[in-house]
């Protein structure tokens, strides 16, 4: 089984940086895409940033020139370091990850990211 763990939401002013985490663990024996989404109240669950096992990156519009998505592919982790924060970023964010030659999927569990006007 695979398992994502996200860490590092959590409360923030307006302007303010968050650093997320997402440890990815479990029988994979590669990771081919992990990213970030995020899910607002009555909204869609949106991208944010991805990174593949070859470095590209694809950001959400809303979120281009503020966040900055990298990988530790040693340790399965990615991170999603949020800057310049809006209100307007109040959401779950959510780690997922493909894996095992495009093959699977998983969700982590979500942490929740509230910026303070």
């Known amino acids: 089984q695979v398992q994502l763990v996200e860490s590092g939401g959590g409360l923030v002013q307006a302007g303010g940086s968050l650093k997320l985490s997402c440890a990815a663990s479990g029988s994979l024996f590669s990771i081919d895409l992990m990213g970030w989404y995020r899910q607002a109240p009555g909204k869609q669950r949106d991208l944010v940033a991805s990174?593949?096992?070859?470095?590209?990156?694809l950001y959400g519009e809303s979120v281009k020139g503020r966040f900055t998505i990298s990988r530790d592919n040693t340790k399965n982790t990615v991170y999603l370091q949020m800057n310049s924060l809006k209100p307007e970023d109040t959401a779950v964010y959510y780690c997922n990850t493909i894996y095992g030659g495009w093959r699977d999927n998983v969700w982590g569990q979500g942490t929740q990211v509230t910026v303070s006007v």
């Open positions: 990174v593949t096992s070859t470095g590209g990156t």
